[in-house]
């Protein structure tokens, strides 16, 4: 794959994340910290997050089509909708939103939720 594609996708993911932590109109310290997490790992900079918050139409949909990625892109998402300790209706949608954009099955979004959701409780 090439750099681009890999860059697309992961600016794609960012924006992706910070939409979500704004759902419920403001991004909470925990949410943001969970961002920066992510950020750190893909190596993404600041100036990727200013251009994801303020100029999110400049960055066009790449989903990843390793199948890896994708459940890791949707593992960040779950719980970064966790990470408040307050999800709202917006968070989910935008949770089963992003797992179909992703191509996962309907009854297959729950069961990567509960998965999420279970290894979190063992921590």
Not at 1 to 12: G, N, R
Not at 24 to 34: N, Q
Not at 38 to 55: I, K, S
């Amino acid at each position: 794959m090439d750099t681009t594609q890999l860059q697309k996708e992961k600016l794609s993911h960012l924006k992706a994340l910070i939409a979500l932590a704004c759902a419920d109109s403001r991004i909470d310290l925990s949410e943001h910290e969970m961002i920066k997490i992510v950020m750190e790992r893909e190596g993404l900079t600041h100036e990727d997050y200013n251009r994801c918050l303020h100029a999110p139409e400049s960055i066009e949909l790449a989903p990843p089509t390793d199948d890896s990625i994708k459940q890791l892109y949707l593992t960040d998402m779950i719980v970064l909708m966790m990470a408040d300790s307050d999800y709202a209706d917006s968070e989910i949608a935008l949770c089963h939103q992003a797992a179909k954009m992703l191509g996962f099955p309907t009854e297959k979004i729950y069961a990567v939720v509960e998965n999420v959701l279970e290894t979190l409780r063992h921590k």
